[in-house]
């Protein structure tokens, strides 16, 4: 799953918007090419939001999957959900696992470097690594200290739960988002989203830190004081619904 940089819009979309706001002030004889051109605007805008809310979607997924417990800074993130979610960032990362010895159960070895790289992309480079086994009710993780590498299924028959980005709000590098929980479902139906109400949001805080990479600060509940609304508000942030 390769990320994006959603920073950086598509011409054409971005050219549409500006070009509405300029003919909008000129006399009525143009009003209908006026109309047409602040209607593309309107269509550009609308496709650009929904790509940068699916992109961002991809960043949070892995953390949305394991149903990650509220946190307000990753050096407070319990270390068993520091390894599953580097786990899922790994599996989703890697459709292609023919890299990777399997054996005759489907599971594949996956070095513990690979792992803290997939952790280091998701949570930055203050997340606490402590390796381990980790119990979990839809991916079995086993940990061999020894050779220092995971077992790792190939394909997890059930997904937890996967993401949809319903708000965004920005502040100079931070981003702020709140994101549905889509209810169970198989690994292999993650387009299933697109029919199905979330279960439950929550807000995550973002930064971006590269032109392609974006770390999760923290996760919230959504009460008054986090939603993206009221951090809208008041904190004077751009806001893309």
Same mark, same amino acid.
């Given at each position: 799953m390769a990320k994006q940089d959603i920073s950086s819009k598509p011409v054409q979309a971005e050219a549409a918007p500006a070009t509405a706001q300029k003919r909008s002030f000129r006399p009525r004889a143009l009003g209908l090419v006026t109309t047409v051109v602040w209607l593309v605007g309107l269509i550009g805008n609308a496709v650009n939001n929904t790509w940068e809310k699916q992109a961002l979607a *991809?960043?949070?997924e892995p953390l949305v999957i394991i149903d990650v417990p509220a946190y307000e800074s990753v050096n407070y993130l319990d270390e068993v959900e520091?390894?599953?979610?580097?786990?899922? +960032?790994f599996l989703l990362d890697h459709p292609d696992t023919?890299?990777? +010895? *399997?054996?005759?159960f489907g599971n594949i070895t996956v070095p513990q470097s690979d792992i803290e790289a997939s952790i280091r992309q998701i949570l930055g480079e203050h997340a606490n690594i402590h390796h381990q086994s980790v119990e979990d009710s839809y991916l079995s993780i086993v940990y061999d200290e020894e050779n220092q590498v995971y077992y790792l299924p190939t394909t997890p028959s059930v997904l937890p739960y996967s993401c949809e980005v319903l708000n965004i709000s920005k502040n100079m590098n931070i981003y702020t988002l709140e994101v549905g929980y889509i209810p169970p479902g198989p690994f292999w139906d993650v387009g299933r989203h %697109?029919?199905?109400e979330p279960q439950k949001t929550m807000i995550y &805080? %973002? +930064?971006?830190?590269? &032109?392609? +990479?974006y770390v999760v600060l923290s996760v919230a509940f959504p009460t008054t004081e986090s939603t993206v609304s009221q951090v809208q508000a008041q904190e004077g942030l751009t806001s893309d619904t």
């Open positions: *991809e960043v949070v520091v390894i599953r979610a580097g786990v899922w +960032q023919s890299g990777y +010895q *399997e054996d005759s %697109l029919e199905e &805080t %973002l +930064q971006k830190v590269d &032109t392609d +990479q």
